[in-house]
């Protein structure tokens, strides 16, 4: 190296740095939330800025957070094409999209890995009327159509990493359930489990494990010592279960943001449906669990079929009264008609009264007498005639007059 000018040798050190650049892979940790005012799609645009086809490790240990940029995020991975991806701790939601457009995904041996459905913040407060209370469960409906999509496209993109079907990713999703990185890797969400440097039980972090309960994750599983024997187990469990509520108890009183509390004013006809007495809520707002989501679908349902069948009987109420519309002009034209025959039947009040006219009307008038066939009438009595009369008919005097 001593024959190149200094001009050379900083030359060959550029070139140097440059290619050490290009070996080392760039690392990303991705430890908080996801989205803007933390780990948002531009930072991570930001961090792959220059790397190429360069290999980048992300190191993610996050509870997720806004799906549109973990969707961003995911696509960023795939168009880069040589990411790695790896999980520690508790890695649950959004986080595990992004883990998705990852090439390889690695997971520490001690971690838990948790996918569901899509959630919405659900927030309504005040008096309401019917109508607003309708209003409200429209919106509701609008909401739970948006968010059943959603479901449906992120479980297909679990499925094309899984290659489990469908059914079973939305049944894995509805479940919530927390999987060790062996559970995670059965799925086929995680390709390679590690054992890390240094082994942390996350489940002592009780702090940690306060969090997610706080943030309405399911509670992790605890491991049972394998060297106890089962009645051990079970009473060291039982200490561990008073130790547990007392710190998470702790923990609310500390964080009384979290807190839930009863609310103050309370909506009577939606506690009925969701059959509580009351709802419970934090500062944040109020969430509404599965079930209860069911229970205003149901009840949705039910208040559509009320509005079909009211709907039907406003259609034959409507068509009765124009029934009775009609009967009652005929009946006035026929009234009209009898009043026109004569003044006694006109003023009677009702229709016994005119029958009464008219019968007397009748009565009042002498009868006359039936024909009779010829063989049944008396014999005509000659004196009677007049024969004068008919000899001076026009006819009877032509006749004589040819005879």
Same mark, same amino acid.
């Given at each position: ?38 780990? &948002?799609?531009?930072?991570?645009? @930001? ?32 168009? /880069? ?12 939601? &959004?986080?595990?999209?992004? #883990? ?7 997971? @520490?041996?001690? &971690? ?8 919405? $913040? ?12 309708? =209003? ?41 359930? $927390?999987?060790?990185? !062996?559970?995670?890797?059965? $799925? ?8 890390? +440097? ?5 489940? +002592? ?8 309960? #706080? ?9 049972? /010592? ?9 009473? !060291?469990?039982?200490?561990? +279960?008073?130790?547990? @509520?007392?710190?998470?108890?702790? *923990? ?16 009577? /006809? ?10 419970? #809520? ?22 559509? *079929? ?26 006035? #034209?026929?009234?009209? &008609?009898? @009043? ?31 024909? *009779? =066939?010829?063989? !049944?009438? +008396? ?15 026009? /006819? ?8």
């Amino acid at each position: 190296m001593g024959g190149l000018c200094p001009f050379g040798r900083s030359f060959y050190a550029l070139n140097l740095l440059k290619t050490k650049q290009v070996m080392s892979a760039k690392i990303i940790v991705i430890d908080g939330y996801i989205g803007p005012y933390g780990y &948002s799609k531009q930072f991570i645009r @930001n961090e792959l800025a220059g790397q190429s086809k360069n290999p980048v490790t992300i190191k993610i240990s996050s509870l997720g957070g806004s799906v549109d940029d973990a969707l961003n995020i995911f696509d960023q991975f795939i168009e /880069h094409g040589n990411v790695t991806a790896e999980l520690s701790a508790f890695v649950a939601s &959004s986080a595990t999209l992004v #883990s998705l457009g990852a090439k390889t995904v690695r997971m @520490n041996e001690n &971690s838990f890995y948790l996918i569901h459905k899509a959630m919405n $913040w659900v927030d309504e407060w005040g008096t309401m009327n019917e109508d607003e209370i309708e =209003s409200l469960i429209a919106k509701l409906e609008a909401q739970k159509q948006q968010l059943a999509k959603i479901t449906l496209q992120l479980a297909k993109m679990y499925v094309k990493k899984t290659c489990k079907t469908l059914d079973e990713i939305i049944t894995l999703m509805k479940q919530e359930t $927390w999987l060790t990185a !062996e559970e995670a890797k059965t $799925w086929g969400f995680v390709d390679e489990v590690f054992a890390p +440097d240094v082994a942390v039980n996350y489940l +002592d972090n009780l702090q940690m494990v306060a969090m997610i309960t #706080s943030n309405d994750f399911p509670e992790p599983p605890r491991k049972i /010592h394998q060297n106890k024997t089962s009645a051990q187990a079970v009473d !060291e469990d039982s200490f561990f +279960d008073r130790i547990w @509520n007392r710190m998470l108890n702790k *923990q609310k009183d500390i964080n009384p943001k979290n807190k839930k509390i009863e609310m103050k004013k309370q909506f009577i /006809h939606l506690n009925s449906t969701l059959s509580v007495e009351a709802l419970e #809520s934090t500062e944040e707002g109020v969430f509404l669990n599965e079930v209860q989501l069911r229970l205003i679908e149901e009840r949705l349902e039910a208040n559509q *079929q009320l509005v079909v069948e009211r709907d039907s009987a406003i259609r034959e109420r409507d068509t009765a009264t124009s029934n009775l519309g009609t009967a009652q002009a005929n009946l006035a #034209s026929a009234y009209n &008609s009898f @009043n026109a025959i004569d003044p006694t039947i006109a003023t009677a009040a009702t229709p016994e009264a005119k029958v009464a006219a008219v019968r007397a009307l009748l009565s009042a008038r002498p009868g006359t007498a039936p024909i *009779q =066939s010829l063989e !049944e009438q +008396d014999e005509i009595a000659t004196d009677e005639v007049d024969w004068e009369a008919i000899n001076n008919l026009e /006819h009877n005097k032509q006749v004589d007059k040819n005879s």
